[in-house]
């Protein structure tokens, strides 16, 4: 199947959006073989800032609608105290959000960017996709996210090369209570990075610490500016350490 004759067959949609590539290209698509569609971001502590800010930026120069639902994840104990299927519960109850505002609002179908190359296997949020019957086009279209990427270069999307990014919970081994103080604290230090320049990384939290995942080729430049770095990152940790096992890139 292609796009096209996805969309051709369901016109009227709604859209789980978050700003990221996958999102933002199934937006343009949409859009580009004329469905009508509106695209539902729902804000939790767990998006940084700026993924709001892409999500309105990309919205508005597509003039497609956009939705903004709120909801604070962590009043559901089961995300709070950060379990092995997480991301199961996290997912169910920002989808069942949208389905709730998107019914109400008229809209049949729901669908989300999830591509090709994610892995079933990998992604316990996908087991509430499937429960609340979230239509995925580019999975079932067979389109990978490397092709994501191509297309959104042509079609000239800004999010083309944008880094993949996993929301903040990540950034916090599985067990440890999350909390709104380090999310903040990682969102906070994650910024403090970009500012310097570095792309691509993760901030993970160590115990006290915070530890640093970079591509291979940033990690000499990091260390030559880890004084920069310290400095940076000590309103949020007293301690920063730098993980030699270079971050894999996206495909890798």
Same mark, same amino acid.
């Given at each position: 199947?292609?796009?096209?004759?996805?969309?051709?067959?369901?016109?009227?949609?709604?859209?789980?959006?978050?700003?990221?590539?996958? *999102?933002?290209?199934?937006?343009?698509?949409?859009?580009?073989?004329?469905?009508?569609?509106?695209?539902?971001?729902?804000?939790?502590?767990?998006?940084? $800032?700026?993924? @709001?800010?892409?999500? $309105?930026? @990309? +919205?508005?120069?597509?003039?497609?609608?956009?939705?903004?639902?709120?909801?604070?994840? @962590?009043?559901?104990?089961?995300?709070?105290?950060?379990?092995?299927?997480?991301?199961?519960?996290?997912?169910?109850?920002?989808? *069942?959000?949208? $389905?709730?505002?998107?019914?109400?609002?008229?809209?049949?179908?729901?669908?989300?960017?999830?591509?090709?190359?994610?892995?079933?296997? =990998?992604?316990?949020?996908?087991?509430?996709?499937?429960?609340?019957?979230?239509?995925?086009?580019?999975?079932?279209?067979?389109?990978?996210?490397?092709?994501?990427?191509?297309?959104?270069?042509?079609?000239?999307?800004?999010?083309?090369?944008?880094?993949?990014?996993?929301?903040?919970?990540?950034?916090?081994?599985?067990?440890?209570?999350?909390?709104?103080?380090?999310?903040?604290?990682?969102?906070?230090?994650? =910024? +403090?990075?970009?500012?310097?320049?570095?792309?691509?990384?993760?901030?993970?939290?160590?115990?006290?610490?915070?530890?640093?995942?970079?591509?291979?080729?940033?990690?000499?430049?990091?260390?030559?500016?880890?004084?920069?770095?310290?400095?940076?990152?000590?309103?949020?940790?007293?301690?920063?350490?730098?993980?030699?096992?270079?971050?894999?890139?996206?495909?890798?």
């Amino acid at each position: 199947m292609e796009l096209s004759e996805f969309f051709a067959e369901n016109p009227t949609v709604a859209l789980g959006f978050s700003g990221g590539v996958d *999102s933002a290209f199934l937006l343009w698509a949409a859009l580009h073989y004329g469905a009508q569609v509106e695209a539902y971001y729902v804000k939790t502590p767990f998006q940084p $800032r700026f993924e @709001l800010e892409d999500a $309105r930026k @990309l +919205a508005g120069q597509l003039g497609a609608k956009m939705t903004v639902l709120e909801t604070d994840v @962590l009043d559901l104990p089961q995300v709070a105290c950060n379990p092995g299927d997480r991301c199961y519960h996290c997912k169910n109850a920002i989808f *069942s959000l949208i $389905r709730r505002q998107a019914a109400a609002d008229g809209w049949p179908v729901l669908i989300d960017g999830t591509n090709a190359s994610d892995d079933a296997g =990998d992604r316990p949020g996908m087991k509430a996709l499937r429960e609340l019957e979230v239509r995925s086009p580019l999975r079932e279209c067979g389109i990978t996210k490397k092709e994501v990427r191509r297309r959104s270069r042509e079609v000239g999307l800004f999010t083309w090369d944008k880094p993949a990014y996993a929301c903040l919970a990540t950034r916090i081994p599985t067990g440890r209570t999350i909390t709104h103080s380090l999310l903040e604290r990682v969102e906070q230090s994650e =910024d +403090a990075l970009f500012q310097l320049g570095f792309t691509d990384f993760r901030v993970r939290v160590l115990g006290d610490a915070a530890r640093l995942q970079l591509p291979e080729d940033q990690l000499q430049t990091a260390l030559d500016r880890r004084e920069e770095i310290r400095a940076a990152l000590a309103p949020a940790f007293s301690q920063v350490l730098l993980d030699l096992e270079p971050r894999k890139k996206e495909g890798e």
